[in-house]
């Protein structure tokens, strides 16, 4: 990028992404959250209540008619498809290149980018665009889990669950769903939800890695004798799970982890304390 100094014009209200949870002051903070983001741009930036932020608060009015045309026009298209054959060529062909059409203009604004930048970024929001739906939002949950802002990632991901269409994705994207919603939970120490989404995965997708992660998950909120009879249930590869339980024990005993508790140690417990509970706050925004 060329500058990450805020050069121009501070707004005296933020314009509110609702996606993180965060206010903006100025155009070079939006570059920076759509340079940083790109699988979060959606209706939360696209929309006409951000072309009137940069009008009012920032005084962009040329930027502003730029923006507002362009919305209008994403808006036309969309009624278009809506009338026309669903999944038709004509109706993906027609989405192509709006969101980059919205999004470039603030860039170049702000000189934000430099010209092969702008080019590698424009190559990469095509990319994303011609996903399907449930593509962009489980890259959103993605991302969100990647951020621990892990209640709005669950949120999407049940949304792509409770739509799903098996004749439209294959298995293995469900199971890739499944098991990074397990994810989100266990971000938000929800372990017995965090295991029944490994279990789903698993039983899509009969990896190890899978099973791995759901076996490590019943401990946390079982007895052994509950841990036992479920695998017993399970009828799983006892050696399996034996290594999975032996392989858990050898973590506990490196180096990393060793060096980690020790820092802990000398930490002052309010002081973790509070901190735990700032990232549980943030973790379980909706």
């Known amino acids: 990028m060329s500058y990450d100094l805020c050069l121009l014009k501070q707004a005296k209200q933020p314009y509110y992404i609702e996606n993180i949870r965060t206010g903006i002051y100025s155009l070079e903070e939006l570059c920076f959250y759509l340079y ?10 696209i929309n006409e209540k951000l072309c009137d932020w940069i009008r009012d608060e920032l005084h962009l009015n040329r930027l502003y008619r ?29 989405q192509e290149g ?35 739906d449930e593509m962009k939002q489980k890259l959103r949950g993605d991302y969100l889990v990647k951020e621990s802002m892990y209640a ?5 991901y049940r949304q792509i669950l409770k739509n799903r269409n098996p004749g439209k994705l294959g298995t293995q994207f469900y199971a890739a769903v499944w098991n990074n919603l397990g994810a989100a939970y266990a971000g938000m120490f929800r372990f017995e939800e965090a295991a029944d989404c490994f279990l789903e995965s698993w039983r899509l997708m009969k990896t190890k890695e899978t099973f791995r992660k759901y076996i490590s998950a019943l401990p946390l909120y079982l007895s052994n004798d509950e841990y036992q009879k479920r695998l017993k249930e399970l ?21 990393e982890f ?29």
Not at 110 to 118: D, I, K, R
Not at 235 to 255: F, G
Request: charged share 30%; net charge negative.
């Open 152 to 156: 709005r990632a669950v949120w999407m």
């Open 258 to 286: 060793l060096a980690y508790a020790e820092q802990v140690k000398k930490r002052p417990l309010e002081e973790i304390v509070e901190e735990l509970k700032e990232q549980y706050s943030k973790s379980t925004r909706i």
């Open 235 to 255: 009828q799983s590869d006892e050696y399996l799970a034996r290594t999975i339980q032996e392989h858990n024990a050898k973590l506990c005993e490196s180096p």
């Open 66 to 94: 730029q923006l507002y045309d362009q919305l209008q026009k994403i808006e036309s298209s969309a009624r278009k498809d809506q009338t026309g054959p669903k999944g038709s060529h004509e109706e993906k062909t027609s």
């Open 98 to 132: 709006l969101a980059a059409a919205f999004v470039l203009p603030i860039f170049r604004e702000a000189g934000y980018l430099t010209s092969q930048e702008m080019h590698a970024y424009q190559e990469q929001l095509a990319k994303l665009e011609v996903q399907s």
């Open 36 to 45: 940083h983001n790109i699988c979060l741009i959606d209706e939360s930036i």
